[in-house]
Each structure stands twice: as C-alpha cells, then as structure tokens.
C-alpha cells in the first residue's frame, strides 16, 4: 500500500490522469486510457519535478470499461486504486 502526500488532477479529459508526490518523496501517477487503469510510481524520489517517462515501475493495471474509455471521475478512480494507493493524508 502506498500512501499519498499530494494529488493534482493533470487531465480532465481523454486520458484522465492524476499524479501527486508518495509520502516516502517519490512521484505517482495513475492514467485511463483506452480502457486501462495503470498506476506507476517514479523509482527514483531525486526527480520531484518531471514524472520519469524513461522507467517508472508500474505497480498495477487493470482493464476497466472497453477499449474506447478514456475518462473517469476522481471518485472512481479512487475507488478503483483504493487497494494500491491511500488517500486519506492527502487534502483534495
């Protein structure tokens, strides 16, 4: 379970997307697009400023929807990641 410090939505459309800082200084991210829900976090805490698109882990995806889904509301995401990510020390 990772725990969440911070959050910004940085996509409201076709992919939505949120990312925010981990409690432990490393960077999250959770995108839905084409169906998929993937949550990544940044292995490397050092890069605070730019999400690393070079080799962020991905810790979960999963299918949600059909291959042409794209946007979700914060709510159902929350719902749908509430097993890999806490957002309960995070001020919405």
Same mark, same amino acid.
Not at 16 to 31: F, I, K, M, N, P
Not at 54 to 69: A, K, M, T, W, Y
């Given at each position: 379970?990772?725990?969440? @410090?911070?959050?910004?939505?940085?996509?409201?459309?076709? +992919? *939505?997307?949120?990312? /925010?800082?981990?409690?432990?200084?490393?960077?999250? $991210? !959770?995108?839905? $697009?084409?169906?998929?829900? $993937?949550?990544? !976090?940044?292995?490397?805490? #050092? @890069?605070? *400023? !730019?999400? *690393? @698109?070079?080799? +962020?882990? &991905?810790?979960?995806?999963? #299918?949600? /929807?059909? *291959?042409?889904?794209?946007?979700?509301? %914060?709510?159902?995401?929350?719902?749908? &990641?509430?097993?890999?990510?806490? %957002?309960? @020390?995070?001020?919405?």
């Amino acid at each position: 379970m990772f725990f969440a @410090k911070t959050i910004e939505q940085d996509c409201i459309a076709c +992919p *939505s997307s949120w990312s /925010g800082l981990l409690t432990d200084g490393r960077r999250w $991210r !959770v995108r839905y $697009r084409f169906g998929e829900l $993937r949550f990544t !976090v940044d292995s490397d805490a #050092d @890069k605070l *400023s !730019v999400f *690393s @698109k070079e080799c +962020p882990e &991905v810790f979960e995806s999963i #299918d949600h /929807g059909d *291959s042409l889904d794209g946007m979700i509301s %914060f709510e159902e995401m929350q719902n749908l &990641v509430s097993e890999w990510i806490d %957002f309960s @020390k995070t001020a919405l």
